[in-house]
């Protein structure tokens, strides 16, 4: 059976423009809209809960397919996320960013900082 | 922390008594007296202006009144007037559950039945003299804050360069126009020991007071290794390394472009770290892109390289933060950057450019409601070595 990025569902939540779903092994974040300053400081507070509670060495997939726009505090949430996974020994993916979350990082020189994923498959593939 | 604002100095709490009957009005106006300060209104229409002309912290609100209802009132103040601090204590003989569920739906915070047990209603009247305390220290605790941002933009307007450097040859306008009061948008220009200039435009990520507080690191980095022959890339070594040391867990970090602009020898040195890119027009050609080719600071370490680019006869360089063009029109687009370059590659380079007047000029509002702080520098150098200065906006040659 094909593995998918929504398949097998876990723990869910949400708030404006941020769902997220345990997964086994794994977190998964979906991102959507117009990720700036008035929702980072809430984000970055829900994701260090959920980091808090998480396994060692977690991973965080972070999908950015349907943000719209990204602005410097978007970026700095990102690094702050891709900081404190690599404090626990775990792991940032961005997953399929879009064109503008694209521009934006590379516009600031980070795009080579992160690790994206554009296919599901090989990330998942990872997973026993 | 908040203050509860129980302390006895507490200016009295205001309340509107509203009911059509005149026993009523008195009996409530009897055992309130003393409690609070009071207003009488013997209907809706009353009621609205007593609270549009002089406003009250409770309001005792009968529901079947004539000339305008008690739902009339809930719904003036909360949609009319844009009141949602004042407490509204809907007394009414009217029992339906329906009544009920309408006015705490259009914006009453509590419904009584009359008749009522005097001190159930004191009692009530106690749950809302606690909220408006309440509210009060809120707005207390929020002017103070307010207050306090208020003094750190303030010495940040202090940082930033006012006049224009007294070089042969070089003229300098700035821009700046904060979203908020605090801002982490930083530029700067100061002559160098060999009499060159300095010109740094910066972007710390996000805004508000702890942008303005690492703005001003940076600041303080940039201003106080002039003189110490510190080049570029070590300049930027040390911001790199101090950034990552004492800010970089926030995930905070910082765009810079620094140049140095040596007008004699017709050459610009400069690094672009994650910064927009740098337009220069030489000699009225086709601008030229001065993109970033290192990360921006404050996320790890990084081996800087200086680039230069060679000046002309006449040499515009024009700098600006993200916050320029990254705004939402009224029709919900957003502008972008490749716009922006576009619209002032055709206008920067013009006899008696206006910078203050940028935004009018690129066929934008005067004001566009930015997401962002914006900042820009414009520089023009003459090898010819004219003496410019800037006064009110306008560049003018110096005897």
Redesign the interface.
Same mark, same amino acid.
Request: hydrophobic share 30%; charged share 25%; aromatic share 6%.
């Given at each position: 059976m094909k593995k998918q990025l929504d398949a097998a569902r876990g723990t869910q939540g949400s708030m404006r423009n941020m769902e997220y779903e345990i997964r086994e092994g794994w977190l998964k974040i979906l991102l959507s809209g117009d990720v700036t300053s008035e929702l980072t400081r809430q984000i970055k507070n829900e994701i260090e809960t959920l980091l808090d509670n998480s396994s060692p060495r977690p991973i965080v997939v972070c999908d950015m397919a349907r943000v719209r726009f990204l602005d410097s505090s978007g970026i700095g949430m990102l690094v702050f996320l891709h900081n404190k996974l690599r404090q626990k020994v775990g792991r940032l993916y961005l997953y399929q960013p879009s064109v503008a979350v694209r521009k934006t990082l590379d516009l600031v020189q980070l795009l080579s900082f992160f690790e994206l994923i554009d296919d599901e498959m090989e990330f998942l593939g990872q997973f026993p | 922390m908040i203050d509860q604002g129980m302390q006895s100095g507490d200016a009295p709490i205001s309340v509107l008594i509203v009911d059509d009957s005149k026993t009523v009005r008195r009996y409530l106006e009897s055992f309130l007296r003393g409690r609070y300060l009071l207003m009488l209104a013997a209907d809706g229409m009353e009621a609205v202006r007593c609270l549009r002309e002089q406003g009250s912290e409770i309001c005792l609100l009968d529901m079947n009144m004539p000339r305008m209802d008690g739902l009339e009132v809930i719904r003036h103040v909360r949609n009319t007037l844009r009141d949602n601090d004042l407490y509204i204590l809907v007394l009414t003989a009217d029992d339906s559950s329906e009544q009920k569920t309408t006015a705490l739906n259009a914006g009453a915070n509590d419904y009584l039945i009359k008749p009522v047990e005097e001190a159930e209603l004191l009692a009530r009247i106690g749950v809302a003299e606690r909220q408006v305390r309440l509210t009060r220290s809120l707005r207390r605790a929020y002017a103070a804050i307010y207050q306090e941002i208020d003094q750190i933009a303030q010495l940040q307007r202090r940082l930033l360069p006012t006049a224009s450097p007294l070089i042969p040859g070089i003229a300098v306008q700035s821009l700046y126009v904060p979203s908020s009061q605090a801002s $982490?948008d930083y530029f700067d220009y100061f002559t160098l020991p060999d009499g060159g200039l300095r010109v740094v435009m910066a972007? @710390? #990520? !996000?805004? !508000?007071a702890r942008a303005a507080f690492i703005m001003s690191m940076v600041r303080t980095m940039i201003r106080f290794t002039n003189g110490h022959g510190r080049d570029l890339a070590r300049l930027f070594s040390l911001i790199n390394d101090q950034l990552r040391f004492f800010v #970089? =867990? &926030? $995930? /905070?970090?910082v *765009?810079l472009f620094a140049a140095d602009i040596h007008p004699g020898r017709g050459i610009m040195e400069f690094i672009n770290? $994650?910064?927009?890119p740098v337009m220069v027009v030489i000699d009225h050609a086709s601008p030229q892109r001065l993109k +970033? *080719?290192?990360? +921006?600071l404050g @996320?790890?370490p990084i081996a800087f390289t200086t680039q230069s680019t060679q000046l002309g006869e006449t040499s515009i360089v024009f700098l600006f933060t =993200?916050g320029c063009y &990254?705004w939402e029109s009224s029709s919900g687009a957003?502008h972008d950057?490749e716009t922006f370059w576009d619209r002032c590659a055709a206008e920067v380079d013009k006899e008696g450019f206006v910078l203050n007047e940028l935004f009018p000029l690129l066929g934008w509002p005067e004001k566009p409601p930015l997401? /962002?702080d914006a900042s820009a520098l414009w520089i023009r150098l003459q090898r010819s070595g004219e003496m410019h200065t800037i006064k009110n906006g306008m560049i003018r040659k110096q005897a």
């Open positions: - | $982490g972007d @710390v #990520s !996000g805004h !508000g #970089s =867990d &926030e $995930g /905070d970090f *765009t770290a $994650g910064h927009t +970033a *080719t290192m990360p +921006a @996320v790890f =993200d &990254e957003m950057l997401r /962002d």
